[in-house]
């Protein structure tokens, strides 16, 4: 246990002094709730089901920052923890894998909770967005949709080779969800068929699941159960896949 | 002595290539041990099988009673602290975090601050690792394989250059490792550095070990285990040294003549000059080193010792 509270304390210390991590988690989503609500502003109704524009689009940008979490941050940490022989030199010590891999889950899932807050909190002064219809069942939906897209880190950094190959596959991977999911833009201003081509991405998912508890106190089945389809098979192959050196 | 460490004929192969055949050592409690050779010798994959991170594909391993395969990693790293090659630290971590990081991992370790300060880096806690000259960052590796103070402690490659002010101060504080009971195996290609730091050592050649003894005992077994060279400025009959029991070999360019032989080397050499008359310049007498022991042994070297006069025959691969 001191062994997991040391390694999470100190890999958070070493996350927040990582200027690319930090941005993407806690700078660029709240960059977007400034820009797009000093552009579109909050007026009731200037997005569907009644609700202002900036209301409507937090629970994506939320969406966002679980993207960069898990498409960036996560498989950039493991792939340069191997490059740089940290793992190697973890293995040989008494410290256990699952600790390992345990506090980076915990240090990306605290970063989660810490943006999500810093995101509420700026809503709520900036642009007077209310609290999620069901506080509980949005909570519910952001460790579901964190801890889905956690598993794709872990994949992603089993998968790539170094540190530089996982910089590039992570962009890859996150810009076209960034602004195809409905993370950046929202989608009901989207053609039909561009809402209906989104459905391939896990991230649009993520981005329904919490617009739905947010603004709805819905649980959204569909997205939920994709989501989880995502994350298993995730967990699957990333444990089958994964090297220390 | 009991025994720290020992191998029963490992054999460790990857595909077709055989990275370590048939060794056999055993590594007593208490001692600085060298396993020594060039790169690609076999060293870092023994130590590997050591550390229970390969599977060896036949013979044995114990570390201190422990099979590394069959015991724990909380049970085995309780016991054995490692720096491999090749294994670093997150480039903003200060070296006060890596050290308070390493020491959580275990139940009890060293007093941290002695420690740093012993190890010279007590006035670099708040830097962090990329801030770090080379010798720091290995002696910080060094710390962390010892935060623990482990009865074992395995250090491959700890000291790639190291300068000879850093070289002794490392030799000092190996024996005050030493004298706190722990072993320590030294993985190093630099001969003269495990020269001055083991009390034996094993030299590996393409995955076999070619010799086991102390550098000393080693140096002796060489026919020629010393050597002086000198300058002349008027020509030097050589004919009536090759002759001589004490010469093994002796090769002249231009002016410079280097004569390879056994102990009582200098004396001879004078004495033929002083027969010729001849006064020589630059006269010095050298012992050989572990790295002419390695030449010999291997065959890579002058013919000026024989491969035969030691009890291990030069490489058979």
Redesign the interface.
């Given at each position: 246990m001191?062994?997991f509270?040391?390694?999470t304390w100190?890999e958070s210390?070493?996350f927040l002094?990582?200027p690319a991590a930090t941005f993407f988690t806690l700078g660029f989503p709240l960059l977007l709730l400034v820009a797009f609500g000093a552009i579109f502003g909050n007026d009731p109704a200037s997005a569907p089901g009644e609700v202002g524009y900036t209301t409507y689009a937090l629970p994506g940008y939320i969406a966002l920052t679980i993207g960069s979490l898990g498409l960036l941050s996560l498989p950039i940490t493991l792939a340069?923890?191997r490059d740089?022989?940290?793992l190697?030199?973890f293995?040989?010590?008494?410290?256990?894998p699952v600790t390992v891999l345990g506090a980076q889950a915990t240090v990306h899932l605290g970063m989660l909770t810490g943006s999500t807050l810093l995101l509420g909190a700026a809503a709520g002064v900036g642009y007077d967005v209310p609290l999620p219809a069901s506080p509980l069942l949005a909570l519910t939906a952001l460790v579901f949709g964190g801890v889905t897209f956690l598993a794709v880190g872990f994949l992603l950094g089993a998968l790539v080779p170094t540190a530089r190959a996982a910089q590039a596959v992570g962009m890859t991977l996150f810009f076209p969800m960034l602004f195809l999911s409905g993370a950046a833009i929202p989608q009901f201003l989207f053609p039909d068929w561009l809402r209906t081509a989104s459905v391939v991405l896990p991230l649009t998912h993520t981005t329904r699941l919490l617009q739905d508890a947010w603004l709805h106190g819905q649980w959204n089945g569909t997205a939920a159960l994709v989501l989880a389809g995502v994350g298993i098979g995730s967990t699957i192959a990333a444990t089958w896949a994964f090297q220390w050196t | 002595m009991p025994t720290a460490l020992s191998f029963q004929s490992l054999r460790k192969t990857y595909g077709s290539t055989v990275a370590v055949e048939d060794l056999c050592l055993e590594v007593e409690e208490g001692e600085i041990f060298g396993l020594i050779g060039p790169n690609g010798a076999g060293k870092t994959t023994a130590v590997e099988c050591a550390?229970g991170?390969r599977q060896p594909d036949a013979g044995g391993v114990r570390v201190l009673g422990m099979d590394p395969r069959r015991t724990s990693?909380?049970a085995?790293?309780?016991r054995?602290?490692?720096q491999?090659q090749?294994?670093?630290?997150?480039?903003?971590?200060t070296v006060q975090?890596a050290v308070?990081?390493?020491a959580?991992?275990?139940p009890t370790t060293m007093d941290r601050t002695p420690l740093l300060d012993r190890w010279g880096l007590s006035e670099k806690r708040g830097a962090s690792i990329d801030a770090l000259s080379g010798g720091q960052k290995q002696r910080l590796f060094v710390v962390?394989a010892l935060v623990h103070n482990p009865d074992l402690v395995v250090l491959d490659e700890i000291s790639t250059g190291l300068d000879p002010e850093a070289r002794r101060v490392t030799r000092d504080l190996l024996r005050e490792v030493q004298e706190s009971g722990t072993t320590v195996i030294l993985v190093t290609h630099f001969m003269d550095e495990a020269q001055a730091l083991c009390d034996r050592v094993a030299m590996m050649n393409r995955g076999r070990c070619v010799a086991l003894d102390t550098p000393a005992a080693l140096i002796d077994r060489l026919d020629a285990s010393y050597r002086v060279h000198f300058a002349a400025a008027s020509s030097v009959n050589p004919a009536p040294l090759r002759v001589d029991p004490a010469v093994e070999t002796v090769t002249v360019d231009d002016k410079h003549i280097r004569v390879y032989g056994s102990d009582n080397l200098l004396s001879t050499v004078v004495r033929h000059l002083t027969e010729q008359n001849i006064t020589p310049n630059d006269l010095h007498a050298e012992r050989a080193t572990l790295e002419d022991v390695f030449l010999a042994l291997t065959n890579d070297g002058p013919a000026r010792s024989s491969p035969a006069a030691t009890e291990i025959p030069a490489d058979s691969a």
């Open positions: 001191k062994a509270l040391t390694l100190t210390k070493l002094r990582e340069t923890q740089h022989g940290i190697r030199r293995r040989v010590t008494p410290l256990r | 550390l991170l990693r909380e085995f790293y309780r054995v602290g490692a491999l090749d294994a670093g630290l997150p480039d903003r971590l975090e308070d990081l390493f959580s991992f275990y962390l």
